[in-house]
């Protein structure tokens, strides 16, 4: 999310050189008037924007020394509090400030703010809530949505977003951040029509025309999508996003061979970004080439060993390896952060099958149709990589017994 105090900020507009000049202008100023309080809070705002927060803060207290009553000098140490990581200092000083001033819009903020930075999100969403009611800039409102959306509440965060979007018609970046909403809300036309409407305000930004192409795929209109990553590789022939959508475009056709050029030019263009790496690791898992795809996921789990993800599809190359314990020992341990995930249970199912063990193959079988009896009906379609085990008849016949 973008930084709390950025809407309170006078000096936005100005460079840094600007800032520099203006500040050594104050600061001439303040040898005449050492007591004049808008002068030394214009001085701690043009601190704060340049990033000298240390020396921001000393002026603040040198302000609040003079004038310990001032409200808009508290507001700004707690600022410059929050700022440091002074977080729970910072929070005292805003609910003292908020017992005066029990509406003021940007004290409210400020809690909501800060409370979701420390990951206290029932705290948080008392002053969402609040905000919610009062009339608030469209900063506040966007970050409202976003938050909504960061604790699962995505048919408020969407409700919210749509508001903001009937308010200012002609932002991209909120049509843009309203379309993310409906995708993952799983409503994809929705996200198609309102992407379509940010890119022909902005039809050369090449991260919309991306996440338009990618949005035309979930609803399978291949060509529009093709046709709108060509226009985004003409603007900008080297953006390795460009070439890992291209590469999904390639997996959708079963093209395999080309997928892996795709996303190997795309990695060649962002070599250490993990989310690359694991669809190269994917596309040598699909070509049947499993030894080098543990190699792919082994560096992604250098930078992050916890990747339950990546560590599952390790797992599964195990599994095409016939090194069931290896893949089993993985996949125990994945199951616990994903206990409801019915390709795992399947997986580990078909390892316990391969090593003898049918009795506790057959428990794992027993817990996939008690989570969805029809699991196996349509598991080799839904999940391609469960196709190559149910494909085994000594497995499928002994799922069909349980």
Same mark, same amino acid.
């Given at each position: ?12 507009s ?13 600061e ?21 924007y ?20 001032s409200?808009e ?11 440091l ?10 609910h ?14 400020s ?22 009611k ?18 699962g ?49 902005e ?12 949005y035309?795929?979930?609803i399978e209109?291949l060509?529009?999508?093709?046709e ?20 999904n ?7 395999? =061979?080309? /997928?892996? +050029?795709?996303?190997n030019?795309s990695?060649?263009? %962002? #070599? *250490?970004?993990?989310?690359? @790496?694991s669809? &190269? ?5 699909l070509?049947?080439d499993f =030894?080098? /795809?543990? +190699? ?7 930078? %992050? #060993? *916890?990747?339950?993800?990546? @560590?599952?599809? &390790?797992?599964q190359c ?8 290896? /893949? ?9 952060? %994903? #206990?409801?995930?019915?390709e795992?249970?399947?997986?580990i ?11 506790? /193959?057959?428990?794992w ?6 989570? %969805?009896?029809?699991?196996?009906a ?11 085990l ?8 002994f799922?069909?017994?349980?």
């Amino acid at each position: 999310m973008s930084d709390i105090h950025d809407f309170v900020n006078p000096y936005e507009s100005l460079d840094v050189e600007e800032l520099k000049n203006e500040l050594h202008k104050i600061e001439q100023n303040l040898e005449k008037e050492p007591n004049n309080l808008e002068l030394l809070l214009k001085k701690a705002d043009i601190l704060y924007y340049i990033q000298e927060w240390e020396y921001a803060l000393k002026t603040i207290k040198e302000a609040l020394s003079l004038y310990p009553d001032s409200h808009e000098a508290k507001f700004k140490y707690g600022m410059l509090l929050d700022q440091l990581g002074q977080h729970e200092q910072a929070l005292a000083i805003f609910h003292e400030l908020l017992k005066n001033d029990q509406e003021n819009i940007n004290i409210i903020f400020s809690l909501a703010y800060i409370h979701y930075k420390i990951e206290d999100y029932e705290k948080a969403n008392e002053y969402v809530e609040k905000l919610l009611k009062l009339d608030v800039s469209s900063y506040m409102l966007f970050f409202c949505s976003q938050f909504k959306a960061d604790i699962g509440e995505l048919g408020e965060a969407i409700e919210i977003m749509e508001t903001l979007v009937n308010k200012e018609p002609q932002s991209s970046a909120f049509l843009s951040e309203l379309a993310d909403l409906y995708n993952m809300d799983g409503m994809f036309e929705q996200a198609v029509e309102t992407m379509k409407k940010a890119v022909e305000l902005e039809p050369e930004n090449v991260s919309y025309l991306i996440r338009y192409a990618q949005y035309l795929l979930d609803i399978e209109a291949l060509d529009n999508a093709i046709e709108v990553l060509e226009k985004a590789k003409t603007l900008e022939p080297q953006n390795p996003n460009v070439h890992a959508v291209f590469a999904n475009i390639f997996y959708i056709k079963n093209d395999f =061979e080309n /997928a892996l +050029k795709a996303i190997n030019k795309s990695i060649e263009l %962002d #070599p *250490e970004n993990p989310t690359l @790496l694991s669809q &190269k690791g994917i596309f040598l898992m699909l070509l049947g080439d499993f =030894e080098r /795809a543990i +190699k792919e996921f082994d560096i992604v789990l250098n930078s %992050d #060993p *916890e990747d339950i993800n990546v @560590l599952v599809t &390790k797992a599964q190359c195990f599994t095409f390896l016939e090194k069931y314990q290896k /893949a089993n020992e993985i996949m125990l341990k994945a199951i616990e952060h %994903d #206990p409801y995930n019915l390709e795992l249970m399947c997986f580990i199912a078909y390892n316990y099958f391969q090593l003898n063990n049918k009795a506790e /193959a057959q428990l794992w079988i027993s817990s996939i149709l008690n989570e %969805d009896k029809d699991f196996f009906a349509y598991a080799a379609i839904e999940y391609p990589f469960l196709e190559f085990l149910l494909r085994n008849q000594n497995f499928q016949l002994f799922c069909n017994q349980n």
